[in-house]
Nanobody, 127 residues
């Protein structure tokens, strides 16, 4: 059973940057699609970014494309989310999640295929 722990959340000003990390224990992540999701108050959880098991393929929500970058270090068993040009609407709890192994195609980033989730980290962007 994998355990995912997100770190790096906090408070930032609009236009600023934050970097999130998701460290895994209990299982290596190098076979799995990994993703970042977020949930704002009163809203449903939404997909933010995903990365394939190899790191070659990445997918982003339209709302963060060009501003956020997902990456992974399979040696460190960690996934990262670099968030630049932050906007107030990026305020949410951000969750890291483990997806299917050796997956290819857009279906790999559907929230229903992510089976393990971290506890979340709060990101607050002020104007």
């Amino acid at each position: 059973q994998v355990q995912l722990v997100e770190t790096g959340g906090g408070l930032a000003q609009a236009g600023g940057s934050l970097s999130l990390a998701c460290a895994a224990s209990g299982r290596t992540l190098n076979e799995y699609t990994m993703g970042w999701f977020r949930q704002a108050p009163g809203k449903e959880r939404e997909f933010v970014a995903g990365i394939s098991w190899s790191g070659v393929n990445r997918q982003y929500a339209d709302s963060v494309s060009g501003r956020f970058t997902i990456s992974r270090d399979n040696v460190q068993n960690t996934v990262y989310l670099q968030m630049n040009s932050l906007k107030t609407e990026d305020t949410a709890v951000y969750y890291c999640a483990k997806g299917p192994p050796y997956c290819s195609g857009n279906g790999c980033y559907d929230s229903t295929v992510f089976t393990s989730w971290g506890q979340g980290t709060q990101v607050t962007v002020s104007s």
